[in-house]
């Protein structure tokens, strides 16, 4: 099975900052991959796929980008409201696998 | 308005087997492949299973190969789980979703307590 590697398992920051999550994968998974944000006793919400493509709806401070097997997940100005665990799932190959999940918290 | 609608879960003894359904309303279930996602409690996401529209591509997660089965039932929007040999490792919130541009559609889970 791809294991997918997600870093950090958590950070702190402020309103405002810019945060990247990366997940690199054990073997290429060309663009097949989508990023996740769920708040607590909350459904998933998808905010990328195709590693680079934004869900509609969803706003644009969010932005994926992929180099080889690495992908990363940028929010460019936290918001209140972003403060969630993410993470990224690749839609590769069977079994298909997440990311242990990034926790981001208020510093 | 979309739905997704998780039941069948409980609390079920070490071995012992349940079925999870979901009631999809508001999309084209038919031509949709259907996901399910499990949590731990405190734990990540987990993906556990999925169907084509058709039922002709399946896939599992190795911790559930030969002991899950998924299923579908186009003419009553429906998706199954069926879970059989369960393990007290299998205790989690089973989700439902969707796959278009990603999961992009959720239901809010049912929860599977395994324990004796």
């Known amino acids: 099975a791809i294991q997918m590697t997600q870093s950090p398992s958590s950070l702190s920051a402020s309103v405002g900052d810019r945060v990247t999550i990366t997940c690199r994968a054990s073997?290429?998974?060309?663009?097949?991959l989508s990023w996740y944000q769920q708040k607590p006793g909350k459904a998933p919400k998808v905010l990328i796929y195709?590693?680079?493509s934004l869900q509609s709806g969803v706003p644009s401070r969010f932005s994926g980008s992929a180099f080889g097997t690495d992908f990363t997940l940028t929010i460019a100005g936290l918001q209140p409201e972003d403060f969630a665990t993410y993470y990224c799932?690749?839609?590769?190959?069977?079994?298909?696998?997440f990311g242990q999940g990034t926790k981001v918290e208020i510093k | 308005e979309v739905q997704l609608v998780e039941s069948g879960g409980g609390l079920v003894q070490p071995g012992r087997s349940l079925r999870l359904s979901c009631v999809v309303s508001?999309?084209?279930?038919?031509?949709?492949?259907m996901h399910w996602v499990r949590q731990a409690p405190g734990k990540g996401l987990e993906w556990v299973s999925c169907?084509?529209?058709?039922?002709?591509?399946?896939g599992y997660a190795d911790s559930v190969k030969g002991r899950f089965t998924i299923s579908r039932d186009n003419a009553r929007n429906s998706l199954y789980l069926q879970m059989n040999s369960l393990r007290p490792e299998d205790t989690a919130l089973y989700y439902c979703?969707?796959?278009?541009?990603?999961?992009?559609?959720w239901g809010r889970g049912t929860l599977v307590t395994v324990s004796s």
């Open positions: 979703a969707r796959w278009l541009a990603g999961l992009d559609s």
């Open positions: 508001g999309i084209n279930f038919p031509d949709s492949a």
């Open positions: 169907i084509n529209w058709n039922s002709n591509s399946i």
């Open positions: 073997q290429g998974i060309r663009n097949d």
């Open positions: 195709a590693a680079s």
């Open positions: 799932l690749q839609d590769y190959s069977y079994p298909w696998t």
